[in-house]
């Protein structure tokens, strides 16, 4: 193999890339990390929460007892979901709890990545990756066979064996050097977030939860003012994210903007007791990407892997929102299938498939192909924002309203609620939604 | 057809808690015409409301405006409009743009 300045270069330490720098240096590779922000972490945003399961998974094989589980700067483990379905003026929330939300392996944590991405860039350090920040990557470099050997950033060109392109979801470089197709805008949504600054003692007594554990809420319905899309909470160690996910196709053509909508969602009745008296301490914009299996682009080049957001490995269920466990197991396979090829000395795109086998043979494909109608399903299903929160309303209206009118007998009232929406389309509704999910 | 929703919002106040290294050397987003009140309306319009940060104005006088100033560097213009009004969209040049402190 030609000589190279680096076995690996990684663009961008978030979740994805970082995990293979991380891999790739501990399975004793020369690793270089470049990342666009200041630090590593200045330039991301999640809602969000992370689900271990990878990230254990990655520490049990190369840690070596030096990751300290409890070390690790999660905000807080998320030991109730609620589910919030709103309109204008109504709420309606299911609230669960179990000892499994909370069980090492499936257990979930809030996040925050400006200090998450911190630690993860930390421990690359240690474990003896380089890493430059503060530059962006502008181009990738070829040789004459189109096979991908580097990097260029700010004057410098800089080569190695594998690039490892982990640059997020408003993926320049895998558009403009790899060909990549633009994601269509009914395949991304945009994502808007506040952080509210509340103390601890607040937090666990406005969601009602123990000590030190938290709360992920997720909401339907006039949130977006009808928009496919939703609203999101999570509960951190002295503050709230909050915020908006819409799809951007639909959100351009409606009536409202994003931040609006936000101003609206932080008044709701049902919102407002939740950040009274908080600070906004940052107001936060990403994308997301909602094509789900069928919007992955090429991920597999000469020279070249793409991983986590980059690759569009992200899943949005309406009560289940990933993305970062699925960045770290890419980032983690990735890696190992970049070292595999470095050490046999090819690094072809054919030599790097098994990358693609390891995806598809995991989680990470396996559950973006379960989910693959979701999307097609959720964009249609444009009730779910709109009548079914206003129809939920009127059902429990109907449950606990009294007014000293003469009462009429549950079905009586419930009828003519359920009637009004359609009781078939709505079974019908239903039913196509359950096949999807 | 191209009517700016109803905006409550202080636009201004919006982005005000975040920390900003501004280049002042410039936009790193670009259009088709030079000057942004010449673009098209409707897809103008479209921006105003996907825009996370409100960079994108239309005043009461109907003028267009767009300040990349507070640009949380998402992309959703690009996505949005880059087969329409947005010619160039790169990163910020090195150690500017938003700086998240809390992500």
Same mark, same amino acid.
């Given at each position: 193999?030609?000589?190279?300045?680096?076995?690996?270069?990684?663009?961008?330490?978030?979740?994805?890339?970082?995990?293979?720098?991380?891999?790739?240096? $501990?399975?004793?590779?020369?690793?270089?990390?470049?990342?666009?922000?200041?630090?590593?972490?200045?330039?991301?945003?999640? /809602?969000?929460?992370?689900?271990?399961?990878?990230?254990? $998974? *990655?520490?049990?094989?190369?840690?070596? /007892?030096?990751?300290?589980?409890?070390?690790?700067? +999660?905000?807080?483990?998320?030991?109730?979901?609620?589910?919030?379905?709103?309109?204008?003026?109504?709420?309606?929330?299911?609230?669960?709890?179990?000892?499994?939300?909370?069980?090492?392996?499936?257990?979930?944590?809030?996040?925050?990545?400006?200090?998450?991405?911190? &630690?993860?860039?930390?421990?690359?350090?240690?474990?003896?990756?380089?890493?430059?920040?503060?530059?962006?990557?502008?181009?990738? *470099?070829?040789?004459?066979?189109?096979? *991908?050997?580097?990097?260029?950033?700010?004057?410098?060109?800089?080569?190695?064996?594998?690039?490892?392109?982990?640059?997020?979801?408003?993926?320049?470089?895998?558009?403009?050097?790899?060909?990549?197709?633009?994601?269509?805008?009914?395949?991304?949504?945009?994502?808007?977030?506040? %952080?509210?600054?509340?103390?601890?003692?607040?937090?666990?007594?406005?969601?009602?939860?123990?000590?030190?554990?938290?709360?992920?809420?997720?909401?339907?319905?006039?949130?977006?003012?009808?928009?496919?899309?939703?609203?999101?909470?999570?509960?951190?160690?002295?503050?709230?994210?909050?915020?908006? %996910?819409?799809?951007?196709?639909?959100?351009?053509?409606?009536?409202?903007?994003?931040?609006?909508?936000?101003?609206?969602?932080?008044?709701?009745?049902?919102?407002?007791?939740?950040?009274?008296?908080?600070?906004?301490?940052?107001?936060?914009?990403?994308?997301?990407?909602?094509?789900?299996?069928?919007?992955?682009?090429?991920?597999?080049?000469?020279?070249?892997?793409?991983?986590?957001?980059?690759?569009?490995?992200?899943?949005?269920?309406?009560? =289940?929102?990933?993305?970062?466990?699925?960045?770290?197991?890419?980032?983690?396979?990735?890696?190992?299938?970049?070292?595999?090829?470095?050490?046999?000395?090819? *690094?072809?795109?054919?030599?790097?498939?098994?990358?693609?086998?390891?995806?598809?043979?995991?989680?990470?494909?396996?559950?973006?192909?379960?989910?693959?109608? &979701?999307?097609?399903?959720?964009?249609?299903?444009?009730?779910? +924002?709109?009548?079914?929160?206003?129809?939920?309303?009127?059902?429990?209206?109907?449950?606990?309203? %009294?007014?000293?009118?003469?009462?009429?007998?549950?079905?009586?009232?419930?009828?003519?609620?359920?009637? =009004?929406?359609?009781?078939?389309?709505?079974?019908?509704?239903?039913?196509?939604?359950?096949?999807?999910? | 057809?191209?009517?700016?929703?109803?905006?409550?919002?202080?636009? !201004?106040?919006?982005?005000?808690?975040?920390? @900003?290294?501004?280049?002042?050397?410039?936009?790193?987003?670009?259009?088709?015409?030079? !000057?942004? !009140?010449?673009? !098209?309306?409707?897809?103008?319009?479209?921006?105003?409301?996907?825009?996370?940060?409100?960079? @994108?104005?239309?005043?009461?006088?109907?003028?267009?405006?767009?300040? @990349?100033?507070?640009?949380?560097?998402?992309?959703?213009?690009?996505?949005?409009?880059?087969?329409?009004?947005?010619?160039?969209?790169?990163?910020?040049?090195?150690?500017?743009?938003?700086? @998240?402190?809390?992500?």
């Amino acid at each position: 193999m030609e000589e190279r300045d680096f076995d690996i270069i990684v663009v961008g330490c978030g979740c994805a890339g970082a995990i293979a720098a991380y891999v790739a240096a $501990k399975q004793g590779k020369s690793v270089l990390i470049v990342e666009r922000g200041e630090s590593a972490g200045s330039k991301n945003m999640t /809602g969000g929460r992370i689900y271990a399961h990878s990230l254990r $998974k *990655v520490f049990d094989k190369y840690a070596d /007892g030096d990751v300290e589980w409890d070390n690790i700067p +999660f905000e807080r483990k998320i030991t109730h979901e609620r589910i919030a379905l709103m309109d204008p003026t109504s709420n309606m929330t299911i609230d669960f709890t179990s000892k499994e939300l909370g069980e090492a392996g499936s257990d979930s944590y809030s996040v925050l990545r400006a200090p998450f991405d911190a &630690w993860l860039a930390q421990l690359c350090e240690k474990a003896g990756c380089e890493i430059i920040a503060g530059i962006g990557v502008e181009d990738l *470099v070829k040789d004459d066979a189109g096979a *991908v050997i580097g990097i260029k950033a700010g004057d410098d060109e800089i080569t190695a064996q594998v690039v490892i392109l982990a640059e997020g979801v408003n993926s320049l470089l895998a558009e403009r050097c790899l060909g990549a197709p633009r994601p269509k805008r009914s395949e991304m949504a945009v994502g808007i977030k506040e %952080v509210f600054e509340l103390s601890p003692r607040a937090i666990e007594d406005r969601f009602l939860t123990p000590e030190g554990e938290g709360a992920a809420m997720l909401f339907v319905g006039d949130c977006t003012h009808g928009t496919v899309g939703g609203g999101f909470l999570y509960t951190n160690k002295t503050s709230i994210s909050l915020g908006l %996910v819409a799809t951007i196709e639909e959100l351009s053509l409606s009536n409202t903007t994003i931040y609006q909508a936000m101003d609206d969602f932080k008044r709701h009745p049902a919102v407002a007791p939740i950040i009274r008296d908080a600070t906004m301490t940052e107001h936060s914009g990403h994308m997301v990407s909602e094509g789900g299996y069928d919007m992955i682009p090429p991920l597999v080049h000469d020279g070249c892997l793409v991983v986590g957001d980059a690759a569009m490995l992200c899943m949005n269920l309406g009560y =289940q929102v990933r993305g970062m466990d699925l960045a770290v197991a890419s980032g983690q396979f990735a890696a190992e299938a970049a070292c595999a090829a470095i050490d046999e000395g090819n *690094v072809s795109a054919s030599a790097l498939i098994p990358y693609r086998t390891m995806l598809e043979n995991s989680f990470v494909v396996k559950d973006l192909k379960t989910f693959r109608a &979701w999307p097609q399903t959720m964009e249609k299903w444009d009730r779910m +924002f709109t009548e079914y929160p206003t129809m939920v309303a009127d059902v429990f209206n109907a449950l606990f309203v %009294v007014d000293g009118m003469p009462q009429q007998h549950l079905v009586k009232r419930l009828l003519p609620v359920v009637k =009004q929406r359609g009781l078939l389309s709505l079974a019908k509704e239903v039913r196509g939604a359950l096949k999807a999910l | 057809m191209s009517t700016v929703p109803e905006i409550t919002v202080s636009v !201004d106040e919006l982005i005000g808690a975040n920390k @900003y290294n501004v280049d002042e050397g410039g936009s790193h987003i670009g259009f088709t015409a030079e !000057d942004v !009140d010449a673009l !098209d309306e409707a897809e103008f319009l479209k921006l105003v409301k996907v825009c996370p940060a409100a960079l @994108y104005k239309i005043g009461p006088d109907g003028r267009k405006s767009f300040d @990349y100033a507070g640009c949380l560097e998402c992309g959703t213009c690009r996505i949005c409009c880059e087969d329409t009004i947005v010619a160039r969209w790169n990163n910020p040049a090195p150690m500017m743009g938003v700086q @998240y402190r809390f992500g």
